[in-house]
């Protein structure tokens, strides 16, 4: 698979002990590559990853779960019902860690 021309992206979602060298291997043979959380489970798993990027400029994402509650189904349900135009692109973040303190009281 990773040696096929018209493969961009490659996500990893196998055991965790699996997702470094998988990462990895995807990389070096110019992949992007997301991993399924937990992306790496040893400090030193976490920095051949950072290493394996920057070397291949290559993107690695860490893919997040996430159980869909009502927020979520509701922009599904509007982006399903056109609300929002054609979707080119989307993008979600995490507030820091100091922006929901207040929450995990």
Known sequence: MLAKDDIDL?????????HCEMGVAAMKHGKDVCLEVPAVITLDEC???VK?????HK??????N?????????IL???????FGE??????????RSARRPFFR
Request: hydrophobic fraction near 35%.
């Open 47 to 49: 920095w051949k990853i």
């Open 77 to 83: 349900r509007m982006v399903h019902d056109g609300k």
């Open 10 to 18: 490659v996500i990893v979602a196998t055991p965790w002990s699996w």
């Open 87 to 96: 979707l080119l692109h989307g993008e979600g973040a995490l507030p820091s």
């Open 52 to 56: 394996t990027s920057e070397e291949t």
């Open 59 to 64: 993107h690695c994402m860490i893919l997040e």
């Open 66 to 74: 996430c159980c869909y509650g009502y927020n979520e189904t509701l």
